[in-house]
């Protein structure tokens, strides 16, 4: 029922408007008036479709939240404790922080935010393009590497469609998938076969679909698929499948990028980030390589000045700032290795900046480190409840959070 106020010039009295909607979808009005002046009722309105009591989204139950890792003031409030005294090892962040030209290029470029980022766009694209031996138009500068998901979505996706992901892996394959109305189906790496990646697995679980999404290294687990065996993937499904490549990690490895296979593919697309090696993570920051055959779809589905300028700026600098990198990338490999040889549980070996552990129960694990100073990420979210994921520190932190770890499980 909805009411509201009528005024009469003569009675001045209120009166109150009654809709009721009827099983055959018709709406009875009643305007009831204390003088008696109006009454009666309207049954000829027939509404376009149901009358619903609010605004409501579309059926989103399907979509399954992306759940990111408890930051320290989060976490220190919770427990009360001095943010201080935490050590924040879920996230895969850059232990070192951001690239000191990086911060410097982001300051500088303070002065100038009223301004639309066009020129440092353009300047970012070339660079990136430099680097990788491409043409500027098969650059795709997004905003993180989940926006370059997210523009893949939108270039070949249809209602109907359908794509594979890895399970475990990143929620958001799945979530970029639904919101363009297309189905998602699975392929399992198995955690007692090292959760190996191989064209074989993938192509069990393949049907025609329209996007494959691979993680190399992979995210929770750290395994990697070989160019070989991507390229072996690529051969084998239709012309008019897309294999996406997500190399967000993809500093951190010895292996071979896929950016190899572009140069003769156009059923390839390779993603990157800024997020991980170059520290840029809050600046949300990634982009794509892509064939030439279809690069100009970028125009059509990039959200105007998507990329802000301080960041465009900042990956400029970044990209610049070898020291950083280098010095991340070495304490990365040492990180794993320490890890890997001092925690006292079972782990897999990784080529990310993590290293994921079977520690039993993972939420109680998780929780008795956080009260003790270290953030680790349970993993459970990803379907591995008995498993945490230790994202690799400094020298410091990576061996104060094994210690703590241990003292945990031998508890």
Not at 112 to 132: C, G, I, N, Q, R
Not at 392 to 400: D, F, H, Q, S
Request: charged content about 25%; hydrophobic content about 35%; overall charge negative.
């Amino acid at each position: 029922m909805v009411g509201f106020e009528l005024e009469n010039s003569r009675v001045a009295k209120r009166a109150r408007l009654r809709v009721v909607q009827t099983p055959s979808n018709h709406l009875i009005l009643t305007v009831e008036n204390p003088t008696g002046f109006w009454s009666g009722s309207i049954t000829t309105l027939k509404t376009r479709r149901p009358y619903l009591p609010g605004m409501k989204p579309r059926d989103l139950s399907d979509h399954v939240p992306y759940r990111a890792g408890r930051g320290i003031t989060e976490v220190a409030r919770e427990l009360g404790l001095n943010p201080d005294d935490l050590h924040k090892l879920s996230s895969n962040e850059n232990p070192f922080g951001p690239s000191p030209r990086a911060v410097e290029a982001i300051v500088d470029a303070a002065e100038s935010v009223h301004t639309y980022p066009k020129a440092a766009h353009t300047d970012l694209v070339e660079a990136l393009a430099e680097t990788w031996a491409l043409d500027p138009v098969q650059v795709w500068l997004t905003p993180g590497g989940d926006g370059f998901l997210d523009y893949l979505a939108r270039a070949f996706l249809d209602s109907g469609d359908r794509v594979l992901v890895p399970e475990p892996g990143f929620a958001y394959y799945a979530m970029s998938a639904h919101y363009r109305d297309a189905g998602v189906d699975q392929y399992h790496l198995s955690k007692h076969d090292g959760f190996e990646q191989t064209a074989e697995t993938i192509l069990e679980a393949y049907d025609d679909h329209r996007i494959i999404y691979v993680t190399t290294p992979h995210n929770p687990s750290g395994s990697e698929m070989t160019l070989d065996e991507i390229e072996t993937l690529t051969e084998t499904t239709n012309e008019d499948t897309l294999v996406v490549v997500d190399e967000a990690y993809g500093e951190f490895t010895s292996n071979s990028s896929a950016r190899q296979l572009l140069d003769e593919r156009d059923d390839v697309a390779v993603l990157r980030t800024f997020s991980k090696a170059y520290g840029l993570a809050g600046l949300r920051l990634g982009y794509g390589l892509v064939p030439r055959a279809w690069a100009s779809a970028y125009e059509r589905v990039n959200t105007p000045f998507a990329v802000n300028a301080p960041a465009c700026y900042a990956g400029l600098a970044a990209l610049d700032d070898d020291d950083h990198v280098e010095r991340t990338v070495e304490t990365v490999h040492w990180a794993r290795t320490y890890i890997r040889e001092t925690l006292g549980a079972p782990t897999w070996e990784s080529g990310g900046n993590f290293v994921l552990a079977e520690v039993g129960n993972a939420k109680d694990v998780t929780e008795q480190a956080q009260r003790k100073g270290t953030i680790i990420r349970d993993c459970t979210s990803f379907g591995l409840s008995e498993c945490i994921r230790v994202s690799c520190g400094t020298k410091e932190t990576t061996t104060r959070a094994v210690a703590t770890l241990n003292e945990v499980l031998d508890g």
